[in-house]
């Protein structure tokens, strides 16, 4: 068992990310990059983690990965590059780490209370979910222009890029149990950001709105904080000013 470790930068992603430079640098932005990389290498990805966190090798070539008390289990690729589920498992576990290419947005801590208030320059977020499929968007309004009013599909770390809910492949009029990795993705694609508007199909517990809340009151509370409005709609047939309509009076 050989264990390989340098722990300088363990622990404080956001202070440590200009450190992270050259080979290793370019390397995390490849783990990012979209369409997904495909000469990721392997060999490279642990010079990288081996920078900011902890690796050892373990029976049978499954290999720990520690960073920023997050840990995973990865088998060596076959060959010498990641496939591409192996790059979005990565991706998953560095971002839940607290690491990206980019800074993390900075929130500041209301001097009565113990949750975060919103970074006004934070992008606000619009979740829309079905038990279908989920799409987020960034909502710019700001203005009192409202030509200057804008929706555009926002998912910078592609999470949701083929994310579906098994429920869909059930037949009609059943419903399987609600898919805790479902919304843990999209909990994840919503991670960084401001104000959030969740905009589901349905009420009680049809509403997979509901259950997305729910399951960020319950594992992601910073996040939950960050909810500002529920809004039901005809998702069958919603358009994007539509939404934008919805996320104006929301964050109005």
């Known amino acids: 068992m050989t264990s390989l470790q340098n ?3 363990k622990g404080a992603p956001s202070r440590h990310l200009s450190a992270i430079t050259g080979s290793d640098r370019r390397t995390l932005e490849a783990i990012f990059r979209h369409p997904l990389a495909h000469n990721l290498g392997w060999t490279d990805v642990v010079a990288l983690l081996n920078k900011i966190g902890e690796v050892e090798e373990k029976a ?17 690729p076959r060959s010498k590059d990641l496939a591409a589920p192996e790059v979005v498992g990565l991706r ?12 993390p947005a900075q929130s500041a801590v209301h001097p009565d ?15 829309v979910v079905d038990h279908h499929g989920a799409r987020i968007f960034h909502i710019v309004v700001s203005s009192d222009d409202t030509s200057k009013h804008v929706i555009r599909p926002y998912d910078p770390h592609h999470f949701l ?25 999209i909990a994840r694609a919503v991670a960084v950001g401001g104000s959030i508007v969740v905009v589901g199909h349905g009420a009680g517990h049809s509403n997979a709105a509901h259950h997305l809340i729910e399951y960020l009151r319950e594992h992601h509370s910073e996040t939950y904080q960050r909810v500002v409005r529920e809004v ?4 069958s047939s919603i358009t994007p000013p539509q939404l934008l309509d919805l996320g104006r009076q929301a964050l109005r």
Do not use: C, I
């Open 7 to 9: 722990t300088d930068l």
């Open 60 to 76: 049978n070539g499954e290999f720990s990965l520690r960073v920023g008390g997050e840990h995973h289990l990865m088998h060596k």
């Open 92 to 103: 998953q576990f560095l971002l839940q780490a607290g690491w990206s290419p980019e800074p």
């Open 113 to 127: 209370s113990d949750a975060p208030s919103l970074d006004s320059d934070a992008p606000s977020l619009m979740v």
């Open 161 to 185: 890029h083929h994310l579906t809910h098994k429920d869909q492949s059930r037949e009609r009029g059943q419903r399987a149990p609600e898919e805790a990795s479902y919304y843990e993705q």
């Open 232 to 235: 039901v709609a005809d998702l």
